[in-house]
């Protein structure tokens, strides 16, 4: 393996007292050092020599890139530190023990080189990778894909962790808002960079399948200093976990993936051939799903999707997550939930996401045909739209609590509701525009009260013979007959239509 002069000066500075200086190349060009006796005339590009410093020529050809490692001084130093890097070791040890302290070093990263390519052919395990890697580069390192899914962890050796690991595949929600602070804005970086994120520095690797980001390689720097060499060194290795990367998904068809891919595909009313059907009746045979739609807030806008859909999928087994235009779409199993009131306690299990990540959420019946996966996807919709419109104070909207919103909106189609007043109903509406008792009102609460004088008068709080005239004035202004249940539905829905409007108004007064 090439190594650079960084590379070999923070090697040798564990055991030496060693100084560096001069024009020095990042890249890794330098293959095994060679002795220079003084005979030569010409320092040649991209070359390690190893020598004492009183055998240097006073003038001699350097090309760019040529590295002098030497022991001891001599006046002949400055010279080539204007044309090279020249790494002098300031101890008084001998020139073969230098020699060997650098073989040893490149020993040791061609071992670490060949180690990644075997685990490459292997299994791809890029845990393996970084905990290989480990004493390479002695600190904690973690790897996170494009949906900041913690892939794999290595801690450094008697250090404090940057992320606990044990217990979770993601990161934890407060540490990703820190992350995503100080990361977010650096995806499409292609060089590492030096951040300071979770209180830390860390040195950042951003991994690219051609022009698309899959994730990031970063190395903690809170147990020890960065070293330059670092950088180069760190690029291998995120090389080395790419391709893993890639070949782990490329040949990891799981039947959870198919099982994804085949409900996308219900959802979007796309037919279902043949292996897709399989898939579905093989892994949803006799199983009750709930359909549940999640959208983030402005406040966690750049939040991943990804990530949530993780996070359903960890703690709602044999769950489905993904994402559909925007939003996150899930459909929960609900063995896991108790069956006398699974609801309720989808409502708690999602606590976390409807609090902690400030979600809304709407959420459909349950269902056991799969192929009808497609209308409670609409349920969770409707749920979801009309909660928001109704109750946008609240961030958890069940189906069946506004399944009459959605009935009322939908009987009315695209005309507005006053296009469906009798004459009766605009003489009323007239009369509301400037009088102090509202007949609109007083006609809804003696309908809700299924026409009891006795319950109207108590839930408007008015005397029971002045209700009587009022109901009197206002059925020979409506000119209907109340009796009749069909024009008492209709009134009924262009009156709850009305109520709709009417908080969906105020709603949006509120915001502005």
Same mark, same amino acid.
């Given at each position: 393996?090439?190594?650079?002069?960084?590379?070999?000066?923070?090697?040798?500075?564990?055991?030496?007292?060693?100084?560096?200086?001069?024009?020095?190349?990042?890249?890794?060009?330098?293959?095994?050092?060679?002795?220079?006796?003084?005979?030569?005339?010409?320092?040649?590009?991209?070359?390690?020599?190893?020598?004492?410093?009183?055998?240097?020529?006073?003038?001699?050809?350097?090309?760019?890139?040529?590295?002098?490692?030497?022991?001891?001084?001599?006046?002949?130093?400055?010279?080539?530190?204007?044309?090279?890097?020249?790494?002098?070791?300031?101890?008084?040890?001998?020139?073969?023990?230098?020699?060997?302290?650098?073989?040893?070093?490149?020993?040791?990263?061609?071992?670490?080189?060949?180690?990644?390519?075997?685990?490459?052919?292997?299994?791809?395990?890029?845990?393996?990778?970084?905990?290989?890697?480990?004493?390479?580069?002695?600190?904690?390192?973690?790897?996170?894909?494009?949906?900041?899914?913690?892939?794999?962890?290595?801690?450094?050796?008697?250090?404090?962790?940057?992320?606990?690991?044990?217990?979770?595949?993601?990161?934890?929600?407060?540490?990703?808002?820190?992350?995503?602070?100080?990361?977010?804005?650096?995806?499409?970086?292609?060089?590492?960079?030096?951040?300071?994120?979770?209180?830390?520095?860390?040195?950042?690797?951003?991994?690219?399948?051609?022009?698309?980001?899959?994730?990031?390689?970063?190395?903690?720097?809170?147990?020890?200093?960065?070293?330059?060499?670092?950088?180069?060194?760190?690029?291998?290795?995120?090389?080395?976990?790419?391709?893993?990367?890639?070949?782990?998904?490329?040949?990891?068809?799981?039947?959870?993936?198919?099982?994804?891919?085949?409900?996308? /595909? !219900?959802? $979007?009313?796309?037919?279902?051939? =043949? *292996?897709? @059907?399989?898939?579905?009746?093989? &892994?949803?045979?006799?199983? %009750?799903?709930?359909?549940?739609?999640?959208?983030?807030?402005?406040?966690?806008?750049?939040?991943?999707?990804?990530?949530?859909?993780?996070?359903?999928?960890?703690?709602?087994?044999?769950?489905?997550?993904?994402?559909?235009?925007?939003?996150?779409?899930?459909?929960?199993?609900?063995?896991?939930?108790?069956?006398?009131?699974?609801?309720?306690?989808?409502?708690?299990?999602?606590?976390?996401?409807?609090?902690?990540?400030?979600?809304?959420? /709407? !959420?459909? $019946?349950?269902?056991?045909?799969? =192929? *009808?996966? @497609?209308?409670?996807?609409?349920? &969770?919709?409707?749920?979801? %739209?009309?909660?928001?419109?109704?109750?946008?104070?609240?961030?958890?909207?069940?189906?069946?609590?506004?399944?009459?919103?959605?009935?009322?909106?939908?009987?009315?189609?695209?005309?507005?509701?006053?296009?469906?007043?009798?004459?009766?109903?605009?003489?009323?509406?007239?009369?509301?525009?400037?009088?102090?008792?509202?007949?609109?009102?007083?006609?809804?609460?003696?309908?809700?009260?299924?026409?009891?004088?006795?319950?109207?008068?108590?839930?408007?709080?008015?005397?029971?013979?002045?209700?009587?005239?009022?109901?009197?004035?206002?059925?020979?202004?409506?000119?209907?007959?109340?009796?009749?249940?069909?024009?008492?539905?209709?009134?009924?829905?262009?009156?709850?239509?009305?109520?709709?409007?009417?908080?969906?108004?105020?709603?949006?007064?509120?915001?502005?």
């Amino acid at each position: 393996m090439k190594l650079n002069a960084d590379i070999i000066y923070d090697g040798l500075s564990a055991q030496l007292s060693v100084e560096m200086a001069g024009q020095k190349e990042t890249e890794l060009r330098l293959g095994r050092p060679v002795f220079y006796d003084g005979g030569a005339g010409e320092f040649a590009a991209d070359r390690l020599y190893i020598t004492r410093a009183d055998r240097l020529p006073r003038r001699a050809a350097v090309q760019r890139g040529a590295v002098i490692l030497c022991q001891g001084d001599s006046v002949q130093l400055a010279y080539y530190r204007e044309r090279c890097c020249v790494i002098r070791v300031r101890d008084d040890t001998d020139i073969f023990t230098v020699f060997n302290l650098v073989q040893e070093l490149f020993d040791r990263f061609d071992s670490w080189k060949d180690d990644l390519q075997e685990i490459m052919d292997r299994s791809a395990s890029v845990e393996e990778m970084i905990v290989r890697s480990s004493p390479i580069f002695m600190t904690s390192m973690f790897l996170l894909d494009a949906n900041f899914k913690l892939l794999a962890h290595c801690e450094a050796e008697g250090g404090a962790a940057l992320i606990d690991a044990a217990d979770t595949e993601n990161l934890d929600l407060e540490l990703l808002g820190k992350y995503l602070e100080g990361h977010e804005l650096a995806t499409q970086e292609r060089e590492p960079i030096i951040l300071e994120l979770l209180d830390t520095a860390t040195l950042n690797v951003n991994l690219f399948d051609q022009e698309t980001y899959i994730g990031c390689l970063t190395l903690d720097y809170k147990n020890r200093r960065d070293r330059a060499g670092d950088i180069e060194l760190a690029k291998v290795l995120a090389d080395m976990l790419t391709r893993a990367m890639l070949k782990f998904s490329s040949t990891a068809s799981t039947d959870h993936g198919l099982l994804r891919a085949a409900l996308q /595909g !219900v959802v $979007d009313g796309m037919p279902v051939d =043949y *292996s897709q @059907r399989r898939v579905l009746e093989n &892994a949803l045979h006799d199983k %009750e799903y709930i359909c549940v739609k999640m959208e983030l807030s402005s406040r966690f806008a750049k939040l991943p999707a990804g990530y949530i859909c993780n996070e359903v999928e960890r703690r709602f087994p044999h769950s489905v997550a993904f994402e559909r235009k925007g939003s996150v779409l899930c459909f929960i199993d609900t063995a896991g939930l108790p069956d006398e009131d699974c609801q309720s306690a989808l409502e708690t299990a999602l606590g976390a996401f409807t609090g902690s990540m400030d979600l809304k959420i /709407g !959420v459909s $019946d349950a269902f056991a045909d799969v =192929y *009808s996966a @497609r209308l409670y996807y609409h349920q &969770a919709c409707a749920a979801l %739209e009309n909660g928001n419109l109704v109750a946008p104070g609240k961030n958890y909207y069940r189906f069946q609590d506004y399944a009459l919103t959605e009935l009322v909106i939908n009987s009315l189609g695209k005309m507005p509701t006053e296009l469906f007043f009798s004459d009766g109903m605009r003489r009323l509406a007239a009369h509301d525009t400037d009088a102090s008792v509202s007949y609109l009102d007083t006609l809804r609460a003696y309908l809700d009260q299924n026409m009891s004088m006795t319950k109207t008068a108590a839930a408007l709080y008015v005397h029971r013979s002045t209700l009587l005239e009022r109901i009197a004035r206002i059925e020979r202004e409506l000119d209907t007959d109340l009796k009749d249940p069909d024009e008492r539905l209709r009134i009924q829905i262009l009156l709850k239509a009305m109520k709709i409007h009417e908080a969906i108004n105020e709603n949006r007064t509120e915001e502005q």
